[in-house]
């Protein structure tokens, strides 16, 4: 066994398992697993990972992006997961690209996802289909622009 599949965690081990070509990439650094998952996998992963009994990933305590520009895919939502019961952490990375920056909503798994889900919408302009209320948050509704993109202009739209 190598030093990488010892470093992995149960929920990691498990996801492949259940969908082996379903993860693009694992990372393991310091004790923390991610998963790079393609989106069209996400929902069925976080149902997974949130209803195993022996991963119990019940708490979604962050989502954040990262924008990558000028590499592509240029986005990459990260998904900050917890299950309380076993302490264990994990993240769930999605990458999307400028064209296409779409990725499914996770509110029906986690309710607490729609705060976030506006606010990256908002600051970074990734839209999260089946949202049910994709609107600015932060920004005045009238915003030009998401202004945490690193191409956005610094002194703003004119």
Not at 25 to 44: A, Q, Y
């Amino acid at each position: 066994m190598g030093s990488q599949q010892q470093n992995e965690s149960l929920a990691v081990r498990k996801l492949k398992e259940r969908d082996p070509q379903g993860i693009t990439e694992v990372i393991s650094f310091r004790g923390e697993n991610t998963v790079v998952l393609p989106r069209n996998r996400l929902i069925s992963a976080c149902e997974f990972l949130k209803s195993d009994p022996d991963l119990d990933f019940a708490f979604l305590s962050d989502i954040s992006a990262v924008d990558r520009f000028p590499i592509e895919p240029r986005f990459e939502v990260n998904y900050h997961l917890t299950s309380l019961s076993h302490r264990e952490r994990l993240r769930i990375k999605v990458k999307v690209t400028t064209k296409d920056p779409v990725i499914p909503t996770v509110i029906p798994v986690w309710p607490t996802a729609n705060w976030h889900e506006r606010e990256i919408w908002d600051l970074m302009g990734v839209r999260f289909e089946g949202h049910p209320n994709l609107t600015r948050i932060l920004m005045p509704d009238d915003w030009e622009g998401h202004p945490h993109r690193k191409d956005y202009p610094v002194e703003g739209y004119r």
